[in-house]
């Protein structure tokens, strides 16, 4: 049972904008806030946005991460084929005193 | 640039011990706390352990807390995972990762089969 909830999977149109969401409570997501990271098959995860919702250097523009009380949410505009990918949302969790990791939504661009 | 080499992932029988590493180059390795964090084949992340800057605090997932011990030598760059009483749930790629307000670098991962 991860401890961030995400949907399993999202499928949108070439060009079309994602939501992808996390949702957590007020140990993690809520206080902590949530980083975001995509993992394409077969390779490593790579850091989308940080926990305060940055961007690391190179991120493309199209891609940004904001957070409503403990859900988190990613968006992503102008759907590309390489934007096919596994994201998943991360936190700390301050009653676990431990990192946490949604199940992972798989995106589909169709 | 920045890099985070795994090494050390093999096949073990259940039960047994593995002591997998972690080599960092491109950054200061002694400044910054570093992360385990695992993968089970066609499953999500599964974060593992995590080691302060200066080694004194560690944390652990309570899938492997008495089991794995997560240690670095910042004289010579590298982070360690010592796997004991391995399980068939362990199986699965192991990733360090580099702790920059999120797990901001990652390594390529090193596969861990638990199999008799």
């Known amino acids: 049972q991860p401890g961030l909830t995400q949907p399993p999977s999202v499928s949108k149109g070439l060009r079309q904008t994602a939501t992808l969401t996390c949702t957590g409570n007020?140990?993690?997501?809520?206080?902590?806030?949530a980083a975001w990271l995509q993992q394409h098959q077969g390779h490593p995860p790579k850091l989308l946005s940080d926990r305060n919702n940055n961007r690391p250097s190179g991120i493309s523009e199209r891609l940004s991460a904001s957070r409503s009380g403990n859900a988190a949410s990613l968006t992503i505009t102008g759907l590309q084929p390489e934007d096919e990918a596994d994201y998943y949302c991360?936190?700390?969790?301050?009653?676990?005193?431990?990192?946490?990791f949604g199940g992972g939504t798989k995106l589909t661009v169709l | 640039q920045v890099q985070l080499v795994e090494s050390g992932g093999t096949v073990v029988q259940p039960g047994g011990s593995l002591g997998l590493s972690c080599a960092v180059s491109g950054f200061t390795f002694r400044d910054y706390a570093m992360h385990w964090v695992r993968q089970a084949p066609g499953k999500g992340l599964e974060w593992v352990s995590f080691i302060s800057y200066h080694g004194r605090h560690k944390l652990y997932a309570d899938s492997v807390k008495g089991r794995f011990t997560i240690s670095r030598d910042n004289s010579k760059n590298t982070l360690s995972l010592q796997m004991n009483s391995l399980r068939l749930e362990d199986m699965g790629v192991y990733y360090c990762?580099?702790?920059?307000?999120?797990?901001?670098?990652w390594g390529q991962g090193t596969m861990v089969t638990v199999s008799s």
């Open positions: 991360s936190a700390w969790d301050t009653s676990l005193s431990a990192w946490v």
């Open positions: 990762a580099k702790e920059g307000n999120a797990f901001d670098i």
């Open positions: 007020s140990n993690n997501v809520g206080n902590q806030g």
